[in-house]
């Protein structure tokens, strides 16, 4: 059974950096792409970012470029998203999520709740 | 960037409804859009993938389509349990966009 599970979130102040982590279990992590989307409370889905299957490319919205970092280890079939310099806007719930090579969204975490607030 | 036009933004259904959601793409995304259900406090589901192919475990009531840039989401004789938001996802460039979603609710 494929299994994503997220870990990390909680309250950080403006400015300030947090990393989250999604445990992958169940498929071969290292064949898929992965990607991280996120929900403001009351608002819609919005992609953040994704990684291919071995690391090599990274893409990311214009919105958190160069604050965001997507990485992986596929050793430890987790994925990871270090998130520096948190803005308000930043607030949300952060759902990692598997992408595959013509497919994506098939399988998503439990979602973990980030909120930038001082 | 890529635009996914969602309409409508909310709509008040009954049971046993065909209720249809459209998303219209501002530039070509192929085939390259899936649809998502969601409930309260729930992850996303996927319903449709590659515009047309309905996922493992979801009811054959729903259906996905295209015509040109406009792809919708059909629901035939609605049930209770598909109460819920939907959204769709282009997935054809990045940065992968999704539509602002339509929220389903009973009269």
């Known amino acids: 059974e494929v299994q994503l599970v997220e870990s990390g979130g909680g309250l950080v102040q403006p400015g300030r950096s947090m990393k989250l982590s999604c445990a992958a279990s169940?498929?071969?992590?290292?064949?898929?792409?992965m990607a991280w989307v996120r929900q403001a409370p009351t608002k819609g889905l919005e992609w953040v970012a994704t990684i291919s299957y071995d690391g090599s490319s990274t893409y990311y919205r214009d919105s958190v470029k160069g604050r965001f970092t997507i990485s992986r280890d596929n050793a430890k079939s987790t994925l990871y998203l270090q998130m520096n310099s948190l803005r308000s806007e930043d607030t949300a719930t952060y759902y990692c999520t598997r992408r595959g090579i013509l497919e994506t969204g098939d399988y998503w975490g439990q979602g973990v709740m980030v909120t930038v607030s001082s | 960037d890529i635009q996914m036009t969602q309409s409508p933004s909310s709509m008040s259904v009954s049971l046993g409804d065909t209720v249809t959601i459209t998303c219209r793409a501002s530039?070509?995304?192929?085939?390259?859009v899936n649809w998502f259900q969601q409930k309260p406090g729930k992850s996303p589901r996927r319903m449709i993938y590659r515009a047309t192919n309905l996922a493992d475990g979801v009811p054959s009531r729903f259906s996905g389509s295209r015509s040109g840039s406009d792809y919708s989401l059909t629901i035939s004789s609605l049930e209770s349990e598909d109460v819920a938001d939907y959204h769709c996802l282009q997935y054809d460039e990045y940065p992968n966009t999704f539509g602002a979603g339509t929220k389903l609710e009973l009269k």
């Open positions: 169940g498929f071969t992590f290292s064949n898929y792409g």
């Open positions: 530039q070509d995304v192929g085939i390259y």
